[in-house]
């Protein structure tokens, strides 16, 4: 099994499926990775060789950032636009979405369900 980036890839899948599994990696990317070292797309991981596994890795830890570094950035970026309060940055910290969908029928997860019930009768007092 090849690890990679700390994220181990499944064997009997082709590499540009199992590339995506690193967080960062999309199809497109993992097309261009493999365009780069002239490896076929079809190829499976276990029939990789070393030296192809050890040029995949050298590109990845090169050229871009994943996995932890990622993610690590893309809160950062977040935090910043709440400590700034810009539009974004407030939407983010009330949980709603921030690129200009409907928030009056939908966005359930971000503003919860309601609780009130229309027409209920109460209960007459005793």
Do not use: F, W
């Amino acid at each position: 099994m090849a690890r990679i980036e700390g994220v181990d890839l499944p064997k009997s899948k082709r590499i540009t499926i199992s590339l995506t599994y690193i967080y960062g990696i999309g199809m497109s990317r993992a097309r261009e990775i493999l365009s780069k070292i002239n490896i076929h797309e079809n190829t499976k991981v276990k029939d990789l060789t070393d030296e192809q596994i050890i040029s995949i890795r050298n590109i990845l830890s090169n050229d871009y950032q994943l996995e932890g570094n990622l993610r690590r950035t893309e809160t950062m970026n977040i935090k910043r636009l709440m400590e700034i309060s810009c539009y974004r940055g407030r939407r983010h910290r009330l949980n709603l979405p921030l690129r200009g969908q409907r928030t009056r029928t939908n966005a359930r997860t971000g503003r919860g369900t309601k609780k009130t019930i229309a027409g209920k009768k109460k209960a007459p007092r005793k």
